[in-house]
């Protein structure tokens, strides 16, 4: 069936450090649609980035990223973390009319 | 920023007891969807609706809840009988004609 994967659950960085974290994708539908949602402590997911056309980069909030159906990949990137930066990502692929599939989730930990 | 309105914020239930949680989905957006995150921030479906037409529904849904949006009242979700397990975030989504689905803030449930 469909899945996502993020391969980091944690990752920890120095504020001012670059970011990236990883999403991979599994689905037999030629157009799927991705997201990156941010979840703060005590707070709901936050719609953060979405795509659906191929090579072509998205941004938002200092966030990028570019889906690749070539790799099925949709990774995360930012240039320079900053503290107020840290809480969980998830990254969910999106059919039309159906459920998100969600990863499992990175949560990122940002030090001064 | 979303405009999905969910109440309770935080629900505590006895086992055994019912729990019931209303959605009031964005103006205008027919299709809402009702999560549940775990303890370990792990998602999973329950239901969606169309309408006032539910769309799909996991069997959990099926056998234990009670989910209804009807026309012109908030869509509500309400577990029969509560189980320890059943503790976690409920959130509901709205979406509209695009692929984007925003969540609300969620009610905590603490079944003890």
């Known amino acids: 069936g469909d899945s996502v994967t993020q391969t980091e659950g944690l990752v920890t960085l120095t504020e001012g450090l670059p970011v990236m974290l990883n999403c991979t994708y599994q689905t037999i539908y030629s157009n799927p649609f991705l997201f990156w949602y941010v979840q703060h402590l005590n707070e709901s997911p936050r719609l953060l980035l979405k795509s659906f056309t191929d090579n072509k980069r998205t941004e938002h909030q200092g966030f990028h990223a570019t889906l690749h159906k070539s790799s099925s990949s949709f990774h995360l990137q930012k240039s320079s973390a900053q503290l107020s930066d840290s809480a969980l990502y998830y990254c969910?692929?999106?059919?039309?009319?159906?459920?998100?599939?969600f990863g499992t989730g990175t949560t990122v930990s940002v030090s001064p | 920023n979303s405009k999905v309105i969910q109440t309770p914020r935080y629900l505590v239930k006895g086992q055994g007891q019912k729990a019931k949680m209303r959605c009031i989905p964005e103006?205008?957006?027919?299709?809402v969807f009702w999560y549940q995150q775990n303890k370990n921030n792990e998602f999973k479906f329950l239901i969606n609706?169309?309408?006032?037409?539910?769309?799909?529904q996991i069997d959990m849904t099926e056998k234990r809840f009670s989910a209804e949006c009807p026309s012109n009242s908030p869509c509500s979700l309400e577990i029969q009988s509560s189980e320890a397990g059943d503790s976690a975030l409920y959130l509901c989504a709205s979406i509209q004609g695009s692929y984007e689905q925003y969540f609300g803030p969620g009610t905590r449930l603490t079944v003890l």
């Open positions: 103006k205008g957006h027919p299709v």
């Open positions: 609706f169309q309408n006032q037409e539910v769309l799909q």
């Open positions: 969910a692929l999106y059919q039309g009319g159906r459920a998100l599939i």
